[in-house]
């Protein structure tokens, strides 16, 4: 990979672990827990280990192509024109019964903001969100729209309710219960006084600047440097870059990045930098594995034009939509 970018800051993966549990290769729109020391500013890092894993699996029981939503297993898919489509087209092309496996970032009960969604073969049922009624007793809770039944060995003594959890199971849902297989935390976070930390999420939680949730870690952005909007912007929905360093059990932010406000206009941005490879024409290539199209009349090339297009040569490939698996790339520059 030689690096990879991850809610702004570039990490180079040169020596990194790499551990997917859900997708053979790393692409774009996957969301990933990275491990590794950044800079002071949270602009580049070393990966020593980079996790990536879906965060929900299974039928689609409706699609709302209005609102951008579908449903999975009692939760909805949020998806916009920062959706990364796998091997779809689009949310049109989804339908009820269809089998999609979903990356995304929790975005309050029963709600998940989807990254990239791919169609899959009938599978086992994946599904990320939010703790509710906890009954450890009667070993079952409330995940969305769905009843989970767990066995007592199965999920983490730290698991309550308002916690991050994604469970697996080897059945489908039936009567609106869901029998898990195994729970596990999601998107945990160490809170150790003085750990640097960087994440990517919606806001929920939130009472006041000082004091909401992202990945349902606690941040207090108060004395922030906000970009991408006013500090006065941040409320429930709103999705985040955060970085701070933890005190007393909370992230206090030092940077704050704005990217997305509910009902707000949304401007996707996806790169690809490297080395082209699997060359056939301007529309059908590959840079680090990455399928693109450079082939569009407005495309903006830097340095060089389509001509000079062609394996070897080094490349950076920016574009804003990604549709069955493509790249489409606005503008190429040569390096």
């Known amino acids: 990979m030689a690096s990879i970018i991850v809610n702004g800051v570039r990490y180079n993966t040169d020596s990194a672990v790499l551990k997917l549990r859900d997708a053979p290769v790393l692409q774009l729109g996957m969301t990933a827990k990275v491990n590794g020391p950044t800079n002071a500013d949270f602009t580049t890092g070393v990966a020593t280990e980079v996790e990536s894993a879906a965060d929900a699996r299974g039928t689609v029981v409706s699609v709302d192509v209005t609102s951008g939503n579908l449903v ?19 949310l049109s092309a989804v339908t009820p019964g269809m089998t999609v496996q ?49 066995q007592q060995n199965a999920v983490p003594a730290a698991v309550a309710a308002g916690v991050n959890v994604r469970v697996r199971a080897n059945a489908q849902p039936a009567s609106g219960v869901l029998r898990a297989a195994s729970v596990e935390l999601w998107y945990p976070v160490s809170l150790r006084d003085g750990t640097r930390r960087q994440l990517g999420g919606v806001v929920t939680d939130f009472s006041t600047t000082r004091s909401f949730r992202v990945l349902g870690t606690p941040v207090d952005a108060s004395s922030a440097q906000v970009s991408g909007g006013p500090l006065a912007g941040i409320a429930n929905g709103v999705e985040l870059d955060v970085a701070g360093t933890v005190a007393n059990g909370v992230l206090v932010a030092t940077k704050i990045k704005i990217k997305k406000t509910p009902g707000g206009a949304s401007a996707a941005s996806f790169t690809a930098m490297g080395t082209i490879g699997s060359f056939k024409s301007a529309a059908d290539f590959k840079v680090k594995g990455q399928q693109v199209n450079a ?40 390096d």
């Not at 995304?104 to 969100?129: C, D, K, M």
């Not at 060089?304 to 606005?330: E, F, Q």
């Open 295 to 334: 082939s569009d009349l407005g495309v903006q090339f830097v340095n060089g034009t389509a001509s000079n297009l062609g394996n070897g040569t080094k490349v950076s490939i920016s574009g804003d939509r990604i549709v069955n698996d493509v790249l489409i790339a606005t503008r190429v520059s040569f």
């Open 72 to 90: 999975v297993l009692g939760t909805t898919i949020n998806t916009d024109s920062t959706t990364v489509w796998g091997n779809i087209s689009g």
């Open 102 to 150: 979903v990356w995304g970032l929790p975005a309050g009960q029963g709600v998940l903001r989807a990254t990239r969604v791919e169609q899959q073969p009938a599978n086992s049922p994946i599904i990320t969100g939010t703790v509710q009624n906890l009954d450890s007793g009667n070993r079952h809770f409330v995940l969305g729209g769905l009843t989970v039944e767990f």
